[in-house]
């Protein structure tokens, strides 16, 4: 290792950072020319040297100088993550005018990484200026660097001028995008960082990271591009698509030793290829061949959960792994069979005596879990006492941390997941066992299995990493293929088969990036399509259907200088962050309540606001719908909410029937077919969203629509921008946007164009694209739905919606406000901010005073008592907490203060 950043020994970071300069080499660092700030940051963080294939890496020519594109891989947890987060950091700070986007596939991703850029960037300052040269120039002003992060259902309202870095969701990273180069302001963007960008042939999101690429590509502004991966077959194809240097480490820190498990006996594999011989040999019927031994056995249980010889290895291996101190995790095909193991190892580990205070903090794990007010999986309280959880999409966010905190900080050692764990979140382990190699019935893909296996061993947490996988005998010759195969090279997902192209080129023009039949040929020709179809024929041709069948939806038109410009339609698609066909669907269904609006019912608004199937596509699958329970919610329901439905497109005799025949789904046979499978499945989430905004438990819902938790506090987070998508949608449908020029569009909040924008092209005229009475009926429908917005936002019945205006009070701190006897805007704004409502700000941060608890025990106990008595450090905390709260509530009474006064001269002027 090249020791850049050796320290350790010295107290102060930046007397530590000075010597580790002298102790390395000045010349090896100006090498890197990184802040000293972000050096010290980084051995504060554990990282205090490089590897020498990060270095290789980051020393290809033109990456660090920003002039080069990169795309990397390296196993996992080989480190890759440093490399770009030196690249990024470096261009924020020396480059203060440009924004870094950095693109993870999954929230939990985005959340982690959000908290340790933050911790990075801490002290580190970006410099504003610099006057002139030599010895007349300005100081350089500096400023800190801010990171945000952005993904669905996130609840900051932080905008991308706001920040430095944005840490986002694919989908979202792409919307900034969209806006940007709609706003005139993508020059500001200076780096792209790509994690997992094996998912970019992920057909159902990772095709959204091609369209962003390809944009970025065509528009040739150097954006610096940087990819990375653990599972990349072909780096090769990518780099030479994005223009860049690639580089392949095969460097691990820490060794995997893996291992087959097979009839309770274990087979070693030092490398896959003896893996495959391993399995390939057990699962041969050819009596010559030399049987292979196996290192050792494991010891059958009597025990009639652990009867069968599978299960008992599973189990039988993970207690080893928690009763010699070390995590364990274990993978499951299912959430039913994850709950089932767990309870069976839990069963055996409950018998081995562990000590008080780590029983004790189990203890405080399991009330943090019944705090929640979302409820709990009671299965839980059955594991967690002998220090196992489990962890599936099931449960949920709140649930899914606690438990991976407390397995992190060594409360639970054991934690047994669905694959979702494995490319979710960075949980390390000793032990990786696989029960089987399946996700449901399939066998996962080879890249699944590396990132499952990967989680084994990973530098600052182990030092040592073992898998096994077992498997039964039926699976040993799947298994073998498996291990067998290479990692599929990552293609295009914009092929006809998958998703096409239609969607890339209605953003583009939407945009106005390009209007021209020749830009679009250009656009084309920077696709990973393009570098990877083996005839580009072919692709014009796609171009050519594509532009047909978005003239012919009347998403784009053709000007009279015969270019391209997107229709009010087409507009909003893009702007809501919808495909071409959800937002034929959104738009089909918006149209009909503009037609017939049932306002005596929540319900059509509701229906609006309910995210469509597939738009989320872990609510409302197909099997997901209990048709006897959508008959009793259409018995219950009133005569305009009937009315309402019945106008969607709710037949109750067709619920009814299928209810009573016992059928899985309306048939889905055509393409009307498929729309009305879509409108009942939203239909069915209505009524879920519904009780979600009258407040009942997410627990009683879940019961009630026999739908996990989680898939219930998914909807309940992602109909949030769902609807600011809805929203959104209409206003673009009510304003003549179609020949403005770039930049000058819109106001931040995206509502209405100002009369003095700019036409493209002199004396062109502005010619709306649909009618006036469509637009101001557009124009009508979003206001209503933003209205009714806060009634999302509020999670409250319409008795909170007034209490819901003002700053900070959402959901339970409204209702808890409410209860203690401030009904109103103007008893809140009247309110003493410590007497009244910090006591109750208080009662509702309970577990983060619990949280409080558990960190000072936790610091305390790796750090010693240097660190300060516990008592006296929670009480410093306490008071830091309740500090913070007291400037909320403050804040508070100004805002309702506010909110009350305005009401009061709106009252006046009516009056007057
Ligand atoms: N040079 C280094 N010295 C010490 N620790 C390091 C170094 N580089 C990375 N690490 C640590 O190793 C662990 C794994 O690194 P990282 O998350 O970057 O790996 P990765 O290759 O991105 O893994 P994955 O593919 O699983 O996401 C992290 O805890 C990280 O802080």
Same mark, same amino acid.
């Not at 911790?119 to 120039?137: I, P, W």
């Not at 898998?467 to 298994?479: D, H, M, N, R, S």
């Given at each position: ?488 090279? +990552?293609? =295009?997902? *914009? #092929? @006809? $088969? ?5 969607? %890339?080129? !209605? ?66 698609? +893009?702007? =809501?962050? *919808? #495909? @071409? $066909? ?5 738009? %089909?269904? !918006? ?322």
């Amino acid at each position: 290792m090249r020791p850049i950043f050796e320290l350790a020994r010295f107290s102060n970071a930046l007397e530590r950072t000075m010597k580790v300069f002298k102790y390395t080499g000045l010349a090896r660092h100006l090498a890197y020319d990184l802040p000293e700030q972000l050096v010290a940051n980084f051995a504060a963080l554990g990282v205090h040297a490089i590897y020498p294939w990060q270095s290789s890496c980051l020393m290809r020519s033109g990456v660090l100088s920003q002039s080069k594109n990169l795309v990397y891989t390296a196993p996992t947890g080989g480190g890759k993550s440093l490399v770009a987060d030196v690249v990024l950091l470096k261009k924020v700070v020396r480059q203060p005018s440009k924004k870094a986007l950095l693109v993870l596939p999954y929230v939990a991703l985005v959340q982690e990484k959000t908290k340790w850029l933050r911790r990075l960037v801490e002290g580190l300052l970006k410099e504003e200026c610099q006057d002139g040269l030599g010895l007349n120039a300005r100081k350089p002003r500096s400023s800190e660097i801010t990171v945000v992060s952005f993904y669905g259902g996130s609840k900051s309202k932080a905008a991308w001028s706001d920040c430095d870095i944005a840490v986002c969701t694919i989908e979202k990273a792409n919307m900034l995008v969209n806006s940007a180069i709609e706003e005139g302001n993508i020059d500001d963007l200076g780096i792209v960082v790509c994690d997992e960008l094996h998912m970019l042939d992920d057909e159902h999101r990772g095709y959204i990271f091609e369209l962003m690429l390809t944009k970025l590509m065509c528009l040739q502004i150097g954006i610096q591009v940087v990819g990375m991966s653990a599972t990349l077959a072909n780096p090769e194809v990518l780099a030479d698509w994005l223009q860049a240097k690639f580089f392949v480490a095969k460097y691990r820190p820490i060794p995997i030793h893996e291992h087959l498990v097979y009839e309770n006996a274990i087979y070693p594999s030092t490398n896959s290829k003896e893996f495959l011989k391993t399995a390939s040999q057990l699962s041969s019927s050819n009596p010559t061949q030399k049987p292979t031994q196996p290192t050792s056995i494991i010891e059958q249980s009597v025990h009639p959960g652990l009867s069968s010889p599978l299960t008992n290895a599973v189990v039988a291996l993970a207690v080893e792994t928690a009763e010699q101190g070390y995590g364990a995790l274990v993978f499951c095909s299912s959430r039913a069979s994850s709950q089932a193991i767990a309870c069976l190892i839990a069963r055996t580990l409950r018998h081995i005596p562990s000590n008080a205070e780590v029983l004790e903090r189990r203890v405080d794990v399991l009330a943090s879990l019944q705090a929640l007010p979302g409820g709990f999986e009671t299965c839980l309280s059955d594991t967690i006492p002998s220090g196992v959880g489990f962890h599936h999409a099931g449960l949920t966010v709140e649930e899914r941390d606690i438990i991976a905190e407390a397995y992190d900080n060594g409360t639970l050692k054991v934690i047994v997941a669905t694959c979702s764990l494995a490319a979710g979140i960075n949980l390390p382990a000793r032990r990786v066992i696989l029960n089987s190699a399946r996700m449901g019935r399939d066998m996962v893909g080879p890249a699944m299995l590396r990132q499952m296996r990967g989680r084994a061993g990973r530098k600052g947490k182990d030092e040592i990493g073992e898998t096994f996988l077992c498997c039964q005998k039926v699976e040993l010759e799947p298994v073998a293929e498996l291990l067998e195969a290479e990692l599929p090279a +990552v293609i =295009s997902c *914009l #092929t @006809p $088969e998958k998703r096409g192209i239609k969607r %890339a080129i !209605l953003e583009v023009i939407s945009t106005r990036m390009i209007s021209t039949y020749e830009g679009l040929q250009e656009y084309a020709q920077n696709s990973l399509l393009w570098h990877t179809a083996p005839n580009h024929k072919m692709v014009l041709d796609m171009l050519d259907i594509a532009i047909l069948s978005l003239l012919k939806d009347k998403m784009i038109e053709v000007t009279e200088f015969d270019t391209y410009a997107p229709t009010a339609l087409g507009n909003a698609i +893009v702007a =809501s962050g *919808l #495909t @071409p $066909e959800d937002g034929l669907f959104v738009h %089909a269904d !918006l149209r009909q309540a503009l037609s017939s609006f049932v306002m005596d019912s929540e319900l059509h608004l509701f229906y609006l606001f309910t995210p469509i199937p597939n738009h989320t596509q872990s609510f409302a699958m197909t099997n997901e719908v209990s048709w006897p329970t959508f008959r009793n919610l259409l018995e219950q329901l009133d005569e305009p909410s009937l009315r309402a439905l019945r106008l969607i497109g709710i037949n109750p005799a067709l619920v009814n029937r299928l209810a009573n025949d016992g059928l899985d789904n309306v048939p889905e046979r055509t393409e009307d077919e498929i729309r009305t499978a879509r409108v009942y499945r939203r239909v069915y989430s209505t009524f879920a969203l519904r009780d979600i905004c009258n407040e009942i438990p997410i627990n009683t819902i879940s019961l009630k629509y026999s739908l996990p938790r989680g898939t219930i506090q998914n909807l309940a987070q992602t109909c949030h921008g769902f609807a600011a998508g809805m929203i959104k949608f209409c206003r673009r449908m009510a304003t003549p946007i179609s020949h403005i020029v770039p930049g000058q569009s819109r106001n931040q909040d995206d509502s209405m164009i100002g009369p003095d924008a700019q036409l493209i092209g002199a004396g062109t005229p502005a010619r709306p694209t649909i009618s006036g009475s469509e637009a101001a009926g557009f124009s009508m429908l979003a206001a209503v739905l933003e209205h009714m917005q806060s009634r999302l936002y509020a999670g409250a019945r319409a008795d909170l919606l007034e209490m819901a205006q003002v700053t900070f009070v959402k959901g339970r701190m409204a209702r808890m406000l409410y209860e203690s006897g401030l009904k109103s805007v103007r008893a809140l704004s009247e309110a003493d901010a410590k007497k009244d409502i910090l006591p109750i700000m208080m009662s509702v941060s309970g577990w983060k005073l619990k949280q409080i608890e558990r960190d000072v025990n936790k610091e305390v106990e790796s750090e010693g008592e240097g660190k300060g008595r516990p008592d006296d450090l929670y009480e410093m905390r306490r008071k830091k907490l309740e500090e913070k709260l007291l400037r909320k509530a403050e804040v508070m009474v100004r805002s309702a203060a506010a909110i009350y006064e305005r009401e009061v001269l709106r009252t006046a002027d009516f009056e007057e």
